[in-house]
T-cell receptor, first 111, second 115 residues
Framework: DAKTTQPNSMESNEEEPVHLPCNHSTISGTDYIHWYRQLPSQGPEYVIHGLTSNVNNRMASLAIAEDRKSSTLILHRATLRDAAVYYCILRDGGATNKLIFGTGTLLAVQP | DAGVTQSPTHLIKTRGQHVTLRCSPISGHKSVSWYQQVLGQGPQFIFQYYEKEERGRGNFPDRFSARQFPNYSSELNVNALLLGDSALYLC??????????????FGPGTRLTVL
């Protein structure tokens, strides 16, 4: 299973953009890049996913490097509600839905 | 619409006992996955069930078992509990599996404490 590397923690100010990096140098051609976040005392929540092209949705944007060895989750305007652990996950397109979580990045948002 | 529900919310057991955790997926979702989250770590995959059949198994001992019912709800059973089984047990549902599955929806989890 391919692994991801994320910083343990990051800080941001409210209303400012946040760029959360993820390295995945051993990614294979069939691995999708998924991001989930986990707010305190809750189960993980899907944020966004992509394969090769940059992706946007109502929650965030996902920028994928051309060689796919790294990606960045972009929160355009951080709010206090965005304080959570953010997980970058590689999921292959095989028969299972298995997600392999690392330890993620703990994002703190300051008012 | 109701999200993924899990019961019970909290549970305290002693070593050697047996526990059954329950999960109801979002209506119409056919896939249920179970994860174990130890404090300070990310969730670890235990099982996936799709259309009542096991489709994936993580690196957990045979003390862990699960099943899925015709209504797609699921049970996770753990026998001969150890102190190390203390964790948050998460259930996730999705409509499809594999290539066709994108977003998974997680429940709030069951907090199991083994004394």
């Amino acid at each position: 299973d391919a692994k991801t590397t994320q910083p343990n923690s990051m800080e941001s100010n409210e209303e400012e953009p946040v760029h959360l990096p993820c390295n995945h140098s051993t990614i294979s051609g069939t691995d999708y890049i998924h991001w989930y976040r986990q707010l305190p005392s809750q189960g993980p929540e899907y944020v966004i996913h992509g394969l090769t092209s940059n992706v946007n949705n109502r929650m965030a944007s996902l920028a994928i490097a051309e060689d796919r060895k790294s990606s960045t989750l972009i929160l355009h305007r951080a709010t206090l509600r965005d304080a959570a652990v953010y997980y970058c996950i590689l999921r292959d397109g095989g028969a299972t839905n298995k997600l392999i979580f690392g330890t993620g990045t703990l994002l703190a948002v300051q008012p | 619409d109701a999200g993924v529900t899990q019961s019970p919310t909290h549970l305290i057991k002693t070593r050697g006992q047996h526990v059954t955790l329950r999960c109801s997926p979002i209506s119409g979702h056919k896939s249920v996955s179970w994860y174990q989250q130890v404090l300070g770590q990310g969730p670890q995959f235990i099982f996936q069930y799709y259309e009542k059949e096991e489709r994936g198994r993580g690196n957990f001992p045979d003390r862990f078992s699960a099943r899925q019912f015709p209504n797609y709800s699921s049970e996770l059973n753990v026998n001969a509990l150890l102190l190390g089984d203390s964790a948050l047990y998460l259930c996730a549902s999705s409509y499809n599996r594999g290539w066709f599955s994108n977003e998974q929806f997680f429940g709030p989890g069951t907090r199991l404490t083994v004394l």
